[in-house]
């Protein structure tokens, strides 16, 4: 089955405890992205990566970092998460030629204390 | 700035009717327009798109229309049904980047 997967999909953790959020596609993409949901806000998109080792600031970058070493996985790194980073993120994939249409994994809500 | 914004946060329809939802946007520059689904507990799932050179595009009960002048399309739904409540995105590109901007969503609830 394609699919995003990311894990966890909860958790909870305090300030300043470095954690990473995996991401997953098993459909070949080239391109895939992060975002954040809060409420008033929508999706913000904090990076994205058009393909293995070529990442790229979105609209919230500040206070996470990403790498691309593989096609398939783009993990999501708070190396000293805060409590303004308490959201839900969802982490996204797509074609390179079809960006606009992209398949979204099903969400990892954190909460940091 | 925002520059995609869904003025309705929340929408109720009976089952049967017409469901509109709405988007402006501010950039001109946005060339691609797409809604997406998101159910609770779940990612946001494409829906429909239209390019900026057309003015409708229509799937099934989903039809988006564009109106370019004033900065705005819209979603209708016909008939809606229970099983299309959720929180709608709109969201846009276009210009050089390679980025989708997504509105602040609209919670429809379609009530049998």
């Known amino acids: 089955e394609a699919q995003v997967t990311q894990n966890p999909r909860y958790l909870i953790t305090v300030t300043g405890k470095k954690l990473t959020v995996t991401c997953s596609q098993n459909?070949?993409?080239?391109?895939m992205s992060w975002y954040r949901q809060d409420p008033g806000l929508g999706l913000r998109q904090i990076y994205y990566?058009?393909?293995?080792?070529?990442?790229d600031k979105g609209d919230v970058p500040e206070g996470y970092k990403v790498s691309r070493k593989e096609k398939r996985n783009f993990p999501l790194i708070l190396e000293s998460p805060s409590p303004n980073q308490t959201s839900l993120y969802f982490c996204?994939?797509?074609?390179?030629?079809?960006?606009?249409?992209?398949?979204f994994g099903p969400g990892t809500r954190l909460t940091v204390l | 700035d925002q520059q995609v914004k869904q003025n309705s946060p929340s929408l109720s329809v009976q089952e049967g009717r017409i469901s509109i939802l709405n988007c402006d946007y501010t950039?001109?520059?946005?060339?691609?327009f797409l809604w997406y689904k998101k159910y609770p507990a779940e990612g946001p799932t494409f829906l429909i798109s239209i390019s900026s050179i057309k003015d409708k595009n229509e799937d099934g009960r989903f039809t988006v229309f564009l109106n370019k002048s004033a900065k705005h399309l819209s979603l209708h739904i016909v008939p809606s049904q229970p099983g299309d409540s959720a929180v709608y995105f709109c969201a846009a590109s276009g210009g050089a980047t390679n980025k989708l901007i997504f509105g602040t969503g609209t919670l429809l609830a379609v009530q049998p």
């Open positions: 996204a994939s797509s074609l390179a030629e079809s960006v606009n249409e992209q398949f």
């Open positions: 990566s058009m393909n293995v080792e070529v990442t």
């Open positions: 459909m070949n993409h080239e391109y």
């Open positions: 950039n001109s520059m946005f060339d691609y």
